[in-house]
C-alpha cells in the first residue's frame, strides 16, 4: 500500500489542485474557480476538506464539518468522500474514514454520519465494509 500525506486544503492553489478529484464525485462543478470560491463559502458553516496527496498530486478527498443536533448529539457529518480509482486500489477510501473518525473522536463526538445514494451499491458496501451501518433515508427537495 502506498503512503498518502493528509493535510487540510486551505489555499487557493490547492483548491485548484483538488478540482479535478471532486468533480469525479461532484460533475456538476462548473470549474476550478467557482469550486474554489463555494467550498470557502462553505467554510464559513464549519466545512473542512482534507485531502490526500501522493506526491505532488491530489489523490481523494474528504469534506466534513462537526455539527449538533438532537438525533445524534455532536457529530462529524461527511459531505465529500472521493478517491481516484488507482488510489481506491491502495485503499485510500479506508485511509480516509479512518482519518475522519479520529477527526471525529477528537472533537468529542458520538457519531460519524454520512449520506449515499440509494443506487449507489459499490460505496454503500464499501461503507458496510468499514462498520458503518444503514440507520435510514435520507428525504430531500428541489425548491
Known amino acids: 500500500m502506498s503512503t498518502f500525506r493528509l493535510s487540510l486544503i486551505d489555499s487557493d492553489q490547492d483548491y ?7 468533480r469525479e464525485l461532484r460533475p456538476h462543478l462548473r470549474d476550478a474557480a467557482s469550486f ?4 470557502r463559502r462553505q467554510s464559513e458553516q ?25 438525533i445524534y448529539g455532536r457529530f462529524l457529518y461527511v459531505d ?3 478517491a481516484t480509482a488507482d488510489a481506491r486500489s491502495q485503499g485510500l477510501g479506508g485511509v480516509l ?9 477528537q472533537q468529542d463526538c458520538a457519531h460519524f454520519v454520512l449520506d449515499t445514494g ?21 428525504f430531500s427537495q428541489a425548491l
Do not use: P
Not at 36 to 39: D, F, G, K
Not at 97 to 105: C, D, M, Q
Open 97 to 105: 474514514i479512518e482519518a475522519l473518525r479520529e477527526t471525529a473522536k
Open 118 to 138: 440509494l443506487g449507489n451499491a459499490l460505496a454503500q458496501r464499501f461503507y458496510f465494509r468499514q462498520g458503518l451501518l444503514s440507520k435510514g433515508m435520507h
Open 80 to 82: 465529500d468522500l472521493v
Open 36 to 39: 474554489t470560491a463555494q467550498a
Open 46 to 70: 464549519g466545512y473542512r476538506l482534507l485531502g490526500a496527496w501522493q506526491g505532488h498530486q491530489v489523490k481523494g478527498l474528504a469534506g466534513y464539518r462537526i455539527q449538533e443536533n438532537l
Open 16 to 22: 485548484a489542485a483538488c478540482f479535478d478529484v471532486m
